[in-house]
């Protein structure tokens, strides 16, 4: 099984401030076959990021992500009051589907 | 618009049953795989098990497998999750989510429904 490391745990900024979230896999995966969610409390995940770098339809490109084989990488350009959320990193190249513990983006 | 509606969710008790249900909308469903994916309260998201869109395959988790049943009735665009033998560490909200790409294990999960809390206790 794929394990996914995040970092950090929690991140505290501000409004503006440029966010990087990391997803670290204990072996690599192939394809960039992975992806990137946002949950806010109370609320399904909504999907941002697949294929490594690909933005979903509707996401803003104030979101990018980047990596490949056992290390990837979410920032988010310019974080908005509506981007402080938990991220998860999940990876859909071998059975089982991993995700990440999270990465809590909190307002300093 | 592509809506998934999860029901069934509730109190059950150490060793009891439920029946989990995933209504699909504004897609077609016969052509998708959908998944069960769940999250303990206050924890990460952790892969249930997954469907083909005919039903042919299917995948389960190490952690229900045996105990849980997935299944889908493609003429009523619905999702079920069989849940028997529900031990404590069951309890979470439970997902349903469309799969986008290729077959299990390489699509990711492009619309997830609201979720239902399922809760096993005494």
């Known amino acids: 099984e794929i394990v996914l490391t995040q970092s950090p745990g929690t991140l505290s900024l501000s409004p503006g401030e440029r966010a990087t979230l990391s997803c670290r896999a204990s072996q690599s995966v192939s394809s960039n076959y992975l992806a990137w969610y946002q949950q806010k409390p109370g609320q399904a995940p909504r999907l941002l990021i697949y294929g490594a770098s690909s933005r979903a339809t509707g996401i803003p490109d104030r979101f990018s992500g980047s990596g490949s084989g056992t290390d990837f990488t979410l920032t988010i350009s310019r974080l908005e009051p509506e981007d402080f959320a938990v991220y998860y990193c999940?990876?859909?190249?071998?059975?089982?589907?991993?995700f990440g513990q999270g990465t809590k983006v909190e307002i300093k | 618009e592509v809506q998934l509606l999860e029901s069934g969710g509730g109190l059950v008790q150490p060793g009891g049953s439920l029946r989990l249900s995933c209504a699909a909308s504004?897609?077609?469903?016969?052509?998708?795989?959908v998944s069960w994916v769940r999250q303990a309260p206050g924890k990460g998201l952790e892969w249930v098990s997954t469907?083909?869109?005919?039903?042919?395959?299917?995948y389960y988790a190490d952690s229900v497998k045996g105990r849980f049943t997935i299944s889908r009735d493609n003429s009523k665009n619905t999702l079920y999750l069989q849940m028997n033998s529900l031990r404590a560490e069951d309890t979470a909200v439970y997902y349903c989510?469309?799969?986008?790409?290729?077959?299990?294990?390489?699509?990711?999960?492009?619309?997830w429904g609201q979720g239902t809390l399922v809760t096993v206790s005494s």
């Open positions: 989510a469309k799969g986008r790409g290729s077959a299990y294990p390489n699509h990711y999960f492009d619309y």
């Open positions: 504004g897609f077609t469903f016969s052509s998708y795989a």
């Open positions: 469907i083909s869109g005919s039903g042919a395959r299917i």
């Open positions: 999940h990876q859909y190249d071998s059975s089982p589907q991993t």
